[in-house]
T-cell receptor, first 111, second 115 residues
Framework: TQLLEQSPQFLSIQEGENLTVYCNSS?????LQWYRQEPGEGPVLLVT?????EVKKLKRLTFQFGDARKDSSLHITAAQPGDTGLYLC???????????FGKGTSLLVTP | SAVISQKPSRDICQRGTSLTIQCQVD?????MFWYRQQPGQSLTLIAT?????????ESGFVIDKFPISRPNLTFSTLTVSNMSPEDSSIYLC????????????FGPGTRLTVL
């Protein structure tokens, strides 16, 4: 199993602050996905990054895939209370079949 | 996209009993998966539900404990058999139109507590 470590595990910030969440592994992945999960709901896919060094932007969210395809980061600019949730990264193995999830970063943004 | 519903949304069960969770999709999908999300843990794939044939189980999960049915392209069930408190978890179904590399859509989950 290819393990993914997410940090920090918990993050509580004020509205308007910036933050970065990390997803690291010793294994290489063919692609990596980021999900957000709200209480009582299933995870919702935010983005898939495929190419090493790739950067994708989704409004105030910026996702980056490491050059070696072993790690990824999610940066949120000017966080809002609506960003509150559990952020999960999931790595797709080179076989294309296995999808390994990290434990997630629980984000709380207070007004 | 796909709209997925799960029943029940939550349940509290006694040790030794079994619970069947239903997953219904609003459109035909190729792939259906069942995951477990234990408190403080990541999502773990239990099995891939195959239409018209036996499910494909991941390491650590067996058919006797987690029997799965998939009678058609829009519906699947997962049974948690002979439950123990260690089975307390959120069980999620997800669907996709291809392999795991493709976009998956998740249901809202079933929160199971075993006493």
């Amino acid at each position: 199993t290819q393990l993914l470590e997410q940090s920090p595990q918990f993050l509580s910030i004020q509205e308007g602050e910036n933050l970065t969440v990390y997803c690291n592994s010793s294994s290489v992945f063919s692609s990596l996905q980021w999900y957000r999960q709200e209480p009582g709901e299933g995870p919702v896919l935010l983005v898939t990054v495929v190419t090493g060094g790739e950067v994708k932007k989704l409004k105030r969210l910026t996702f980056q895939f490491g050059d070696a395809r072993k790690d990824s980061s999610l940066h949120i600019t000017a966080a809002q209370p609506g960003d509150t949730g559990l952020y999960l990264c999931a790595g797709v193995s080179n076989s294309g079949y296995a999808l390994n999830f990290g434990k997630g970063t629980s984000l709380l943004v207070t007004p | 996209s796909a709209v997925i519903s799960q029943k029940p949304s939550r349940d509290i069960c006694q040790r030794g009993t079994s619970l069947t969770i239903q997953c219904q999709v609003d459109s035909q999908v190729t792939m259906m998966f069942w995951y477990r999300q234990q408190p403080g843990q990541s999502l773990t794939l239990i099995a891939t539900a195959n239409q018209g044939s036996e499910a494909t189980y991941e390491s650590g999960f067996v058919i006797d404990k987690f029997p799965i049915s998939r009678p058609n392209l829009t519906f699947s069930t997962l049974t948690v058999s002979n439950m123990s408190p260690e089975d307390s978890s959120i069980y999620l179904c997800s669907v996709g139109h291809g392999r795991l590399t493709d976009t998956q859509y998740f249901g809202p989950g079933t929160r199971l507590t075993v006493l």
